[in-house]
Nanobody, 127 residues
Framework: QVQLVESGGGLVQAGGSLRLSCAASGRTFSSYIMGWFRQAPGKEREFVAAISWSGGSTYSADSVKGRFTISKDNAKNTVYLQMNSLKLDDTAVYYC????????????????????WGQGTQVTVAS
């Protein structure tokens, strides 16, 4: 089992920044990839970004490239999502998740590739 706890969400004005954190505990050695997803009301869960624990390979959705950056601190078992230039469309509940898969044909963009999920943190971007 891997436990994930997100933090850092909140209310921010459009154009502002937030940094989300995801602390992992438990059998983290079995985890290969950490990812961030988001889900807005009435919409499907959407891939945002992912990073490998080992080599640091990263994957990002086109919608956030150039604005969001995913990073990690292996010593703290924590993954971060730095979100800059936030837009109204970024409003959603943000979830971190971990994949046990060492290979993905989708770039780890599909929720079914992830085995453990956090409880989510709300990000609201206001005009």
């Amino acid at each position: 089992q891997v436990q994930l706890v997100e933090s850092g969400g909140g209310l921010v004005q459009a154009g502002g920044s937030l940094r989300l954190s995801c602390a992992a505990s438990g059998r983290t050695f079995s985890s290969y990839i950490m990812g961030w997803f988001r889900q807005a009301p009435g919409k499907e869960r959407e891939f945002v970004a992912a990073i490998s624990w080992s080599g640091g390979s990263t994957y990002s959705a086109d919608s956030v490239k150039g604005r969001f950056t995913i990073s990690k601190d292996n010593a703290k078992n924590t993954v971060y999502l730095q979100m800059n230039s936030l837009k109204l469309d970024d409003t959603a509940v943000y979830y971190c998740a971990t994949s046990l898969r060492s290979y993905s044909g989708t770039g780890y963009r599909q929720p079914y590739e992830y085995s453990y999920w956090g409880q989510g943190t709300q990000v609201t971007v206001a005009s």
